[in-house]
């Protein structure tokens, strides 16, 4: 049996959606509704320190993403 790359991926994402779903659906809701309770304000805020990318960061990323895209031969990236 000979199956895609794109098929291959299509059934493991729809694969852990499900298994996902299942577990959130048993998980306990008690937990769920304390921190739904909560206020923001109780949360700390976790990106007060964290700082935007450089652009000469981001062409570096950019450069390593299209050699790598190159290197598989992926021609696109989705969503």
Known sequence: ???SKRDFLKAT???LLALSTAS???SD????LNVT????NDLPNI?????P??????KV????AQQLMQQFNTSALST
Do not use: F, L, P
Request: proline fraction near 0%.
């Open 1 to 3: 049996m000979n199956i």
């Open 53 to 58: 990318i450089s652009s000469a960061e981001r």
């Open 61 to 64: 990323r950019i450069a390593k």
């Open 37 to 40: 309770n909560k206020s923001k």
């Open 13 to 15: 994402g729809a694969s």
């Open 29 to 32: 809701t008690s937990s769920a």
């Open 47 to 51: 990106t007060s320190d964290v700082m």
């Open 24 to 26: 959130q659906a048993s």
